[in-house]
């Protein structure tokens, strides 16, 4: 079975500060990774995804994620947060079309909270 | 282009009534999803449709949950005998499922209330 782990529901940085959310996975075959935001009242939008290649991938807003395979992490980084950049930032993982399941599990999102 | 629609956006019913609630995925997009999110709370899968095959409904939580998808385009999700712990907003996801295209793209929502 597929898991995600978020291990903070909340992250707290100031304004121009550096930022990770962290996160974590398993699956029994090849990860497709993927982060998504969700603004206040508002559905999920697709921020990056890991698929293959480079370990370093980079997505919407200035934000980035790193895979990292040994540690099974896939942490989202931005090098200065902005305000606007505050909502709550979910984790997905699934399987590799070839592997398990198809659908994705979420973690239970982490509350970004930048503070001016 | 368009993204995922659904409607209506907001649904307040009386606990007992049925309710159905659409999504237009984006065009082309094999795979629909359906989830559940109460507030605050993280996302609970409920069923899954790609292309032509039969629909994943191992995360329906009774069987007064159903889904249909016509024409591999349009879903509706129905409730059934609407209970308070229906309340939540539904999302509906679609994904192209093919090479460099496995994200999902979610619509606004649909808030259903049960009073």
């Known amino acids: 079975a597929q898991s995600v782990a978020q291990p903070e529901d909340q992250v707290n940085v100031a304004e121009g500060n550096p930022l990770t959310v962290k996160c974590t996975y398993s699956?029994?075959?090849?990860?497709?990774l993927f982060w998504y935001v969700q603004y206040p009242n508002r559905g999920l939008q697709f921020l990056l995804k890991?698929?293959?290649?480079?370990?370093l991938v980079k997505g919407s807003y200035g934000f980035e994620a790193e895979f990292n395979k040994s540690q099974t992490s896939f942490h989202l980084k931005k090098p200065s947060a902005l305000v606007s950049d505050s909502a709550l930032y979910f984790c997905?993982?699934?399987?590799?079309?070839?592997?398990?399941?198809?659908?994705?599990?979420f973690g239970r999102g982490t509350s970004l909270i930048v503070h001016p | 282009g368009a993204g995922v629609s659904q409607s209506p956006s907001n649904k307040v019913t009386e606990k007992g009534k049925d309710v159905e609630l659409r999504c237009d995925p984006i065009?082309?997009?094999?795979?629909l999803y359906w989830y559940r999110q109460s507030l605050g709370q993280g996302l609970e899968f409920l069923i899954y449709?790609?292309?032509?095959?039969?629909?994943?409904k191992s995360g329906l939580p009774s069987d007064r949950f159903s889904a249909e998808r016509t024409g591999g385009s349009v879903s509706t999700l129905t409730i059934q005998r609407t209970q308070q712990e229906d309340s939540a907003v539904y999302l509906c996801?679609?994904?192209?499922?093919?090479?460099?295209?496995?994200?999902?793209?979610f619509g606004p929502g649909t808030r259903l209330t049960v009073t």
């Open positions: 996801a679609s994904s192209l499922e093919v090479t460099g295209g496995y994200e999902q793209y």
């Open positions: 699956v029994s075959g090849n990860p497709y």
């Open positions: 890991y698929i293959t290649g480079d370990n």
């Open positions: 997905a993982v699934r399987d590799a079309p070839s592997g398990g399941s198809y659908i994705p599990t």
């Open positions: 065009s082309g997009h094999t795979a």
């Open positions: 449709f790609q292309g032509n095959s039969a629909p994943d």
